[in-house]
């Protein structure tokens, strides 16, 4: 970093284990660092991670904060503290109003919840399903009378005294929050807004405030298991973790910076910490990748990616397809259904963290499925565990250096490591421990190869067609490895990948996404009145709803609506089809046959290309369920630099020293290399072992690195 050029952008990523950070300047330069995660209080490790980052560029973060932060434009947050909450059930105690008749819904659940989320294995055999443990409590879910039909007529009054009845139960049991949400509120809110009404009323009156959600504001769409578990979502962990952003805002506004933190959402865009659905930032931690490789295929000239994320507990992959990645709307999260837009990844536990065990009876090595995480991490770290992880195989084997890890700010016990792995794993069955330790690295990449094998052929793609790019802080270290035997078109990582989510959650603009469920019905052969009609009444109304919402939120983030692209969506199926197709509209409002005609012709267009043209079927007509809105703002972005290249040699001072690494069944002089020191242009050939401060990329024999023009490193 220049001393002319100011910080412009900061970008954590808080996961698990260890806490990713990476600063920007105004030249595009940047430099990562990392801390642990720090649970208790996020901004702790975000503060430690970012005196690791500035450490390399020379500074000491801690004394010059006040002088850095107050030119810096942009802090983005991502993160698992919502998710994590969830998982725990240690969120709030929420109480629940829902519709007469459905007071059970958390003990029956929707049919898919008994199986989603479990292994292939598990899922043939129906004797291992199960229901989930609600979140809620029966005693605290209460019914109310009252219906208000899929017409958005109200076919049933609501029964108001059954509404204080339920506020005043649920006042003596000390709720800290009250849900509310009732069948259509999403088509017409009366009730809903009437049943808040009562209860602002009650709580006034008993002293007795505590925030209440109504479903329609919140998550305004279909399928109701789903929008009711956002909604508890919200009230039960994403509200708790708003708290936790203020203290991160809090401790950087302190020292001098400006604007409101900014957080990654699941849908990819980025958006103030005060923004009202503040859960659909729950899931936002491995999100960060996806958007920095759609960023980074945009200069590299790359659309289809295979996205894949080794951390220190999970493998997390994900599909960017024509650079554009895969959205779902319904996300499963601890076998629980969510209606919450997302990009697809598909996670499985497999990470450097992962304990190593022996099962007593059968002699097995069983890696995970627990994880030692950032504390007390592994046996190295000598924080306390005695239960050998993947790490500490990697360490004994040669493939980490134990003098460098964190750049050399930790030290690593490998002959506590060496000790653990041998009395804990190899002498119960009587094997070398370097045998052991090459195992458990061979078993756990192979869980990740068959994952990522998945993930395209469950989808009826091929790594043909495909580039692979890899990243997280363990990524470099066993991709070589996990991509034997898949044929991708090329297969890169870079020197900054322990932070290639940050990196992402940087490169991304300030959006929002709005939905909200409709009704709109097209047979093959309706006439032009009602295509009008359908695009007026549903269509139009829908999008300016959604749009008055986006512009209010604007308007209190204090962003500029002037500024915003707005783009339209609906997703549209054939008749009766259970699944639809997110089509960006080609127009922005619906006045005519031909502005329906358009739109339905953009739906078969796209149709035609994930399914086949021989697929349609326009004789069953068309139904729109569900419309969305976009808008988005510009923001700063890291700048990719490119550089010219230079001879295939690496630079003297590139070259650390040689190191003996166990691979194969035998030991190797593997050449290690100084990763930061490496020049585009330049080859390695294995076996080699490249060093960053935060991550180490292994070469095996009969493979080779080379770094490009923008400083990527590419295996083959």
């Known amino acids: 970093m220049n001393k002319e050029n100011r910080v412009q952008i900061l970008a954590s990523d808080a996961g698990g284990t260890m806490t990713d950070m990476i600063a920007v300047d105004t030249a595009g330069s940047f430099t990562i660092g990392k801390a642990s995660t720090t649970p208790q209080d996020q901004s702790a490790g975000v503060w430690e991670s970012l005196q690791d980052a500035f450490e390399y560029w020379g500074r000491d973060f801690n004394r010059e904060a006040k ?7 942009a802090v983005v947050y991502s993160g698992t503290s919502m998710m994590n909450t969830l998982l725990t059930e240690t969120g709030r105690k929420v109480g629940v109003i829902t519709q007469r008749g459905e007071e059970d819904i958390f003990l029956h659940e929707r049919s898919r919840q008994t199986w989603a989320g479990y292994s292939y294995q598990n899922l043939l055999h129906h004797v291992t399903h199960r229901h989930n443990k609600p979140l809620v409590p029966k005693r605290l879910v209460k019914g109310v009378t009252g219906r208000i039909d899929m017409f958005a007529m109200e076919a049933i009054p609501l029964y108001e005294h059954e509404v204080r009845r ?34 602002s009323e009650i709580m006034q009156k008993r002293e007795q405030p505590m925030p209440v959600y109504l479903s329609h ?34 401790k950087l506004k302190e020292n001098g910076f400006k604007y409101p933190l900014q957080i990654v959402l699941a849908h990819g865009g980025v958006t103030n910490i005060r923004y009202p659905k503040i859960h659909e930032a729950s899931f936002s931690g491995p999100i960060g990748g996806l958007l920095g490789a759609q960023y980074l295929g945009e200069k590299l000239g790359i659309k289809n990616w295979v996205c894949s994320d080794v951390g220190g507990t999970s493998f997390d992959v994900g599909l960017l397809m024509g650079g554009e990645p895969v959205m779902i709307r319904e996300v499963v999260i601890n076998r629980r259904i969510y209606n919450i837009p997302t990009l697809l990844m598909d996670s499985i536990g497999a990470g450097a963290g992962m304990y190593v065990t022996i099962d007593p009876i059968t002699k097995r090595i069983n890696v995970g499925p627990d994880s030692a995480g950032a504390d007390p991490g592994p046996v190295a770290y000598e924080m306390g565990n005695e239960i050998p992880t993947v790490m500490d195989c990697c360490l004994i084997m040669g493939l980490l250096n134990p003098d460098n890890y964190l ?62 790019l890899c990243y997280g802080g363990a990524g470099p270290l066993c991709v070589a490895d996990y991509a034997e035997g898949l044929p991708f078109k090329g297969v890169v990582t870079m020197p900054w990948a322990a932070a290639f989510s940050s990196f992402g959650c940087a490169a991304v603009d300030i959006s929002h ?52 692209k707005v783009r339209q969506v609906a997703y549209v199926r054939y008749g009766t089809q259970m699944d639809d197709l997110e089509v960006p509209s080609p127009v922005s409002r619906v006045n005519s046959a031909e502005d329906m005609d358009k739109l339905l012709a953009a739906f078969e267009k796209l149709y035609e290309k994930v399914y086949a043209g021989v697929a349609k079927h326009r004789q069953a007509g068309y139904q729109i369920m569900e419309l969305g809105v976009t808008a988005t703002v510009p923001k700063v972005k890291p700048k990719l630099v490119k550089h010219a290249l230079e001879g295939k040699n690496p630079p003297a001072d590139a070259y650390k020293d040689d190191r003996e690494v166990y691979y194969g069944g035998k030991w190797h002089k ?9 020049r585009p242009g330049n080859e390695l050939e294995g076996i080699a072992v490249v060093e960053a401060p935060a991550t180490t990329l292994f070469v095996p024999p009969g493979k080779r690195v080379n770094m490009d023009e923008w400083t990527m490193l590419w295996l083959s």
């Open 67 to 73: 002088g850095i932060l107050p030119g810096v434009e």
């Open 166 to 199: 339920a506020v005043e139960e649920l006042l003596d049991e000390q709720v800290d929050a009250l849900a509310i949400c009732l069948y259509y509120s999403y088509m017409n809110p009366m009730h809903e807004l009437r049943v808040a009404e009562i209860a």
């Open 217 to 250: 504001k919140l998550c305004p769409i279909q399928r109701e298991q789903g929008r009711l578990n956002t909604l508890v979502l919200h009230a039960y962990a994403a509200e708790p973790g708003r708290e936790q952003l203020f203290k991160i805002e809090d």
């Open 407 to 468: 750049g050399g700010k930790m030290k690593l016990n490998k002959e506590k490591a060496l000790k653990a792995v041998k009395e804990k794993s190899a002498d119960i069955l009587g094997i070398d421990p370097y045998y052991l330790a090459e195992g458990v690295y061979k078993l756990v990449n192979s869980r990740m190869r068959e994952h990522v094998r998945a993930v395209l052929y469950a989808r009826g793609f091929s790594p043909a067609d495909y580039h692979l």
């Open 513 to 564: 996404r709005y939905q909200k469920s409709t009704a709109v019905v097209i047979a093959h052969d309706a006439d032009d009145s009602w295509k009008t009609m359908m695009g007026q009444l549903m269509l139009n109304t829908g999008w300016e709803e959604l749009e008055k919402e986006a512009q209010a939120d604007f308007a209190a983030e204090g962003l500029p609506w002037d500024q915003a």
């Open 670 to 678: 593997a050449k290690v290399y100084d990763m930061d020191k490496l």
